[in-house]
């Protein structure tokens, strides 16, 4: 035990040693695509894969940046072959996953895999524990692009021990593999997780109501000063177009999701669930952009709840394009009639010669300019249950005041 322990700090103190991010070279920006799980579970083939490949492809979603297509748990045999390396279950994969990868590389796309840090997966088949190894080899092989590893059977072995083999394991193939800790936030896991891997869970599952949506996003806000480019918070995968989730509240989780500059993975049925009003929202491209830009840094909250444990509103903030992005949320039950803002407290402030431009980064509409004296009262929309707006504010010169030609007002008959 006491070797373990002083093994366990050895390695933590070598962590702490190198740069906050895993630098491979990935998650320059964080991933988007689809995830087989919150739609599927176990229920996953061969055939509903390819479905979701020319169902994101018909849709303009690869050619919007959602290009991994990532499955999950349930798709290997229960039994490894004789040289105890993984093996695709044959009736739900009867071409096997090298032929499967080959079709998503040819759609234009990534293919990400599943296993976990522990003896099994979390639905009792083959996990990699004390075969990291042999499986990144093997995973490297097929043209894996992407591993989620999850954290179920670990044997009571610290975390910190079982995850940074895999990331050396994926390292020492020579391919380009983004690593996905889905290590549930346990374990104080912030302290080095962000060395190990490209994305790391910092919570729980996620399920598709607003309780949980919320519940993940503050989780991760306890530790969005620790997420930047290599690295990124991973609060779990977008619930929009699941469950009983409103088109208010989808609208509010994408937001959310877009300005913490978590994954954007989708995780619904795109052969049912794929509906104009979710398709709308999953292709906002002004919020995409964001969340994709390198140069942008994760939503902080700048007024209002910045704890998560009232039901009120708040406001984050970040910059994105040499513009500031503003979003306003109500958490609350009820609609709420917010009082106007004083814009200077989200960090513009114009000079005597500028004005700023205000954009719904939702609707487009272009709310007019504000100069300094008028910036300290910024209107705010009454917001009805879980709503939120997200706005654009630019500097940009003054525009001269146009000043009526009273000899035009004048009619002489």
């Known amino acids: 035990m006491f070797l373990r322990l002083v093994a366990t700090a050895a390695a933590l103190l070598c962590l702490l040693r190198v740069n906050n991010a895993l630098e491979n070279g990935l998650g320059i920006v964080p991933p988007m695509g689809w995830n087989s799980w919150n739609a599927f579970h176990c229920d996953v083939d061969e055939l509903k894969v390819k479905l979701a490949v020319e169902v994101m492809l018909g849709n303009g979603l690869v050619q919007l940046g959602y290009n991994y297509m990532n499955l999950d748990d349930c798709w290997m045999s229960p039994n490894r072959t004789s040289d105890g390396r993984y093996q695709a279950d044959p009736d739900k994969f009867p071409s096997g ?30 996990g990699s524990l004390d075969n990291e190894e042999i499986d990144a080899e093997t995973f490297a092989a097929w043209g894996v692009d992407y591993l989620k590893y999850d954290n179920c059977y670990g044997n009571g072995i610290p975390s910190i021990d079982r995850y940074p083999k895999m990331r050396n394991a994926l390292n020492a193939t020579g391919r380009d593999i983004f690593f996905s800790l889905c290590q549930w936030g346990v374990e104080d896991s912030w302290q080095w997780a962000p060395a190990v891997g490209n994305t790391w869970r910092t919570t729980g599952d996620i399920q598709p109501n607003w309780r949980s949506i919320r519940s993940n996003f503050w989780e991760s806000q306890k530790h969005i000063h620790r997420a930047g480019k290599g690295s990124w918070l991973d609060p779990d995968m977008l619930e929009v177009g699941n469950g009983a989730l409103t088109t208010v509240e989808s609208r509010s989780h994408f937001s959310l999701w877009c300005l913490a500059k978590a994954p954007l993975l989708l995780g619904m049925d795109l052969d049912q669930s794929l509906t104009d009003g979710v398709l709308n929202i999953i292709t906002n491209t002004n919020l995409i952009q964001i969340n994709q830009d390198p140069t942008s840094p994760p939503a902080r909250c700048f007024q ?45 402030v114009p000079t005597l010669d500028e004005e700023v431009l205000v954009v719904d980064l939702w609707t487009n509409e272009n709310l007019g300019t504000f100069d300094f004296e008028e910036l300290k009262k910024v209107p705010i929309p009454t917001l009805v249950s879980h709503d939120c707006r997200v706005y654009q504010l630019k500097t940009v010169p003054k525009t001269k005041k146009k000043i009526p030609s009273l000899t035009k007002a004048i009619s002489i008959d």
Do not use: R
């Not at 996953?97 to 522990?118: C, D, N, Q, R």
């Not at 609609?335 to 513009?348: E, F, I, K, R």
């Open 97 to 126: 996953i090298p032929a499967l990868v080959k079709e998503v590389h040819k759609a234009g796309m990534k293919f990400g895999l599943y296993t976990s840090a522990g003896t099994k997966t979390c639905q009792k088949l083959p």
């Open 304 to 348: 209002g709840n910045c704890t998560g444990t009232a039901d009120d509103w708040s406001v984050f903030v970040t910059t994105s394009q040499e513009s500031t992005i503003v979003m306003i949320i109500n958490w609350s039950d009820d609609t709420l009639a917010l009082p106007s803002m004083m814009g200077q407290t989200w960090g513009v």
